[in-house]
């Protein structure tokens, strides 16, 4: 079956451009996050939606960062104005029913973005 | 605070026991998960407790003490596919799910 899709695999933008990262969840998987991962690092969080609501973005590093999961499906996170800290991969993972603990996360294979 | 602490690497040999300890200090609890993650690749998903004691899943087990804060995981039988990033990840009362940095577990043959 399907998994979790993101999009663009790699990206490479100059300082100072907008991107746009995309999260295809599992069909019908009610909860989604965002994770940043450093080379050598864990992933850490950014923010995460149940549906279309953004239950937590306290992760988000400064107001250049911005999620929306607006029909509660595909998820964009957009970086405006890209700086070279912003350089690392980009996970979206998502997960199954609310109150459901027990269920894993399930990764997409990532957004490289890479800040020349 | 959040705090999620795992050893940065271990090495252990082909054949071997090694286990991964992980201590926490997180808002709430709604249990804990270890991924695995290979170099390039996705976390993939491991274990689960939420209950204090030892889960056992083929080579893996994992093990929670929810009053120590601290749970491990044990890798029995190492192969050389072992080699990877294992990550502890605890979900808070909020639903949301914070990781450690990971620990690099390098299997010497």
């Known amino acids: 079956g399907a998994g979790v899709s993101q999009s663009p695999r790699y990206k490479v933008a100059k300082r100072g451009q907008d991107v746009a990262l995309r999260c295809d969840p599992i069909?019908?998987?009610?909860?989604l996050f965002w994770y940043q991962q450093a080379l050598g690092q864990g992933p850490e969080f950014l923010t995460y939606f149940q549906n279309e609501a953004q239950l937590d973005k306290s992760g988000l590093p400064s107001d250049r960062f911005f999620a929306e999961r607006p029909e509660g499906s595909v998820s964009t996170l957009k970086i405006q104005r890209t700086q070279q800290e912003d350089s690392a991969v980009y996970l979206c993972a998502s997960s199954p029913t609310l109150g459901n603990y027990n269920s894993p996360l399930h990764f997409g294979n990532g957004t490289r973005l890479t800040v020349t | 605070g959040q705090n999620i602490d795992q050893p940065t690497e271990m090495t252990a040999t082909e054949g071997a026991i090694v286990q991964i300890n992980c201590t926490y200090q997180?808002?709430?609890?709604?249990?804990l998960f270890w991924y695995q993650q290979h170099a390039g690749e996705a976390p993939t998903f491991l274990s689960y407790n939420v209950l204090d004691g030892l889960e056992e899943k083929g080579r893996f087990s994992s093990f929670l003490s929810r009053s120590k804060g601290y749970s491990y995981l044990l890798l029995k039988e190492l192969q050389m596919k072992d080699s990877a990033s294992y990550l502890c990840?605890?979900?808070?009362?909020?639903?949301?799910?914070?990781f450690g940095k990971g620990t690099r577990l390098h299997i010497l043959p």
């Open positions: 069909s019908g998987h009610v909860s």
């Open positions: 990840a605890v979900r808070e009362e909020d639903d949301k799910i914070i």
């Open positions: 997180t808002s709430g609890f709604n249990g």
